[in-house]
């Protein structure tokens, strides 16, 4: 590998949302910064399952319903 081509890769702290912290290596900041998330897995319905909606107001989802409401 070339030498001083690549970034500094440090310890920093990682602060969830609900207040709780863990280390990890990055190469966000410098040597003992804090990145504090604004969305985290313990939060976002994407990682929790959280309940989901679908509105549609008449557009895709509904033309597609109608369009295969026989099909099966």
């Known amino acids: 590998m070339k030498q001083d081509i690549h970034p500094d890769y440090h310890m920093v702290t990682v602060t969830m949302t609900d207040g ?3 280390q990890t290596r990055s190469t966000y900041g410098k040597e003992g910064d804090t990145i ?3 969305i ?5 319905p994407a990682w929790t399952g959280g ?3 679908l509105l549609d ?3 895709r989802v509904s ?5 295969f409401k026989g099909f099966a």
């Open 20 to 22: 709780s912290t863990f």
């Open 36 to 38: 504090a998330l604004d």
């Open 40 to 44: 985290d897995p313990r939060t976002h």
């Open 51 to 53: 309940n989901q909606q």
């Open 57 to 59: 107001r008449g557009g």
């Open 63 to 67: 033309r597609f319903k109608d369009k």
